[in-house]
């Protein structure tokens, strides 16, 4: 009970730093590339919460945000790279803040005093910081990844409606809503598990690469 409560603590922080990169990713780049939207209202944390994907980064350790609203669509007529881009800004921001995290974890020395760690040395408030930012770098690697799978809400399914023949846009609309049920299932009966085994990987590369 006790590890459970810690692991709580710890990982809260690291699950806001992940939606907020994340979501902020895409409202730069989509405000940077649109110049014709005059009105942009900042993501927000609260705001970006889907509370069955918050509960899936607690349950599983990936998870989904409610995704700050870009007319991709639009950003296509303004240039193939520029939508794809703006769609793919949310998992590079991501892929950056958890590459950076994972350098810190290792490079200063902390990987030694986190309680995820085997081996570790106690020492509070140290341990604690420790294992946030071994979260923050877990969390934001797997969300990265996670976001690429092409069903929706993730951001894998704006790319798809971005490069297919705009026959098929409202087709692919059409089975959006069905998108959060099939990521449900798929971690459910474990495939999603099996798909986010190289974030488990690259971080194991990481460490041996740097420590």
């Given at each position: 009970?006790?590890?459970?409560?810690?692991?709580?603590?710890?990982?809260?922080?690291?699950?806001?730093?992940?939606?907020?990169?994340?979501?902020?990713?895409?409202?730069?780049?989509?405000?940077?590339f649109d110049r014709t939207r005059t009105e942009w209202s900042?993501?927000?944390?609260?705001?970006?919460?889907?509370?069955?994907?918050?509960?899936?980064?607690?349950?599983?350790?990936?998870?989904?945000?409610?995704?700050?609203?870009?007319?991709?669509?639009?950003?296509?007529?303004?240039?193939?790279?520029?939508?794809?881009?703006?769609?793919?800004?949310?998992?590079?921001?991501?892929?950056?803040?958890?590459?950076?995290?994972?350098?810190?974890?290792?490079?200063?020395?902390?990987?030694?005093?986190?309680?995820?760690?085997?081996?570790?040395?106690?020492?509070?408030?140290?341990?604690?910081?420790?294992?946030?930012?071994?979260?923050?770098?877990?969390?934001?690697?797997?969300?990265?990844?996670?976001?690429?799978?092409?069903?929706?809400?993730?951001?894998?399914?704006?790319?798809?409606?971005?490069?297919?023949?705009?026959?098929?846009?409202?087709?692919?609309?059409?089975?959006?809503?069905?998108?959060?049920?099939?990521?449900?299932?798929?971690?459910?009966?474990?495939?999603?598990?099996?798909?986010?085994?190289?974030?488990?990987?690259?971080i194991q590369i990481l460490s041996w690469l740097i420590v």
């Amino acid at each position: 009970m006790l590890e459970m409560l810690r692991n709580f603590i710890s990982l809260t922080p690291a699950i806001i730093v992940a939606i907020l990169t994340h979501e902020y990713s895409h409202y730069y780049l989509a405000r940077y590339f649109d110049r014709t939207r005059t009105e942009w209202s900042k993501p927000g944390f609260i705001r970006r919460i889907d509370p069955v994907g918050l509960l899936m980064y607690y349950l599983f350790k990936f998870g989904w945000s409610r995704p700050y609203p870009v007319n991709y669509w639009k950003l296509r007529k303004l240039g193939y790279s520029k939508a794809i881009l703006t769609a793919l800004s949310g998992s590079l921001g991501n892929f950056v803040v958890g590459l950076l995290a994972g350098l810190i974890f290792y490079l200063s020395g902390l990987h030694r005093y986190s309680t995820l760690m085997p081996d570790y040395l106690s020492s509070y408030p140290l341990s604690y910081f420790a294992d946030v930012i071994y979260w923050v770098m877990f969390i934001d690697l797997s969300t990265a990844f996670f976001n690429l799978l092409p069903i929706p809400p993730l951001d894998g399914a704006n790319i798809i409606t971005v490069i297919v023949p705009e026959s098929y846009v409202n087709w692919l609309v059409k089975y959006e809503l069905y998108g959060i049920l099939v990521l449900l299932v798929l971690s459910l009966i474990g495939v999603i598990q099996l798909i986010m085994w190289p974030v488990t990987q690259f971080i194991q590369i990481l460490s041996w690469l740097i420590v």
